[in-house]
């Protein structure tokens, strides 16, 4: 399980721990779990954005295994050289277009618009949390997976604790998971970077 942890030499809170394996893109009989038609696979949709027809344009809902949790108590202890804390927060996974296969550089202007209304709804509405101190937006997308393979995704991640600019958490992943999935989270297997959307840093 995830946790917060204080280093106690840079003061910086980081996300340690394990997290819990989840099927990937195609890794559930070849489907998609961010496809329409297969939203079972998903919890279920906190905003949805529909066109004319009804059908979701744009689709929020909570990842299947958070970083950040709404549920968690804070409970701040200190253990060791440790301080901790539980991973309060939310972690929200963003469907940027029903469309699989095409990057977000890719969409067309109105859905981009769409992703930008949508996560500025969101956003704005994990900032009436107080609990909440950080909310940060960002987006996994790795030039070496093949397209075919991936549907275009953001996250936001909302944290009780303030990011510093230059720090990076990492957090453990809970298995191997399957070739797809470690192109999709990168060269070293095992490890999330966390790193928002607009912060530049040396990756
Ligand atoms: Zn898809």
Redesign the pocket.
């Known amino acids: 399980m995830a946790e917060l942890r204080l280093n106690p030499v840079t003061r910086r809170w980081i996300v340690t721990g394990k997290r819990a394996v989840m099927p990937d ?2 890794e559930v009989d070849g489907l ?4 329409p038609g ?1 939203e079972r696979l998903t919890p279920k949709a906190i905003e949805e954005l529909r066109d004319a027809s009804g059908a979701w344009m744009t689709r929020v809902f909570h990842d299947r295994a958070p970083i950040f949790q709404v549920e968690a108590p804070l409970n701040p202890r200190a253990e060791g050289l440790y301080d901790h804390m539980n991973t309060l927060g939310a972690h929200e996974v963003v ?1 940027d277009t ?4 095409i990057s977000m550089g890719a969409l067309p202007e109105e859905q981009m618009a769409r992703v930008i209304e949508v996560c500025r709804d969101r956003i704005l509405d994990l900032k009436q949390d107080r609990r909440f101190r950080y909310v940060s937006l960002f987006k996994d997308q790795r030039d070496i997976t093949p397209p075919w393979l ?2 275009s995704l953001s996250q936001i991640l909302a944290s009780p604790v303030l990011r510093e600019e230059g720090t990076l958490p990492v957090l453990r992943h809970g298995g191997a998971g399957s070739a797809a999935g470690q192109a999709r989270r990168g060269p070293e297997p095992g490890l999330h970077r966390v790193v928002p959307l607009r912060v530049a840093l040396p990756v």
């Open positions: 893109v195609l998609c779990p961010f496809c297969n469907v029903p469309q699989h296969g991936t549907h």
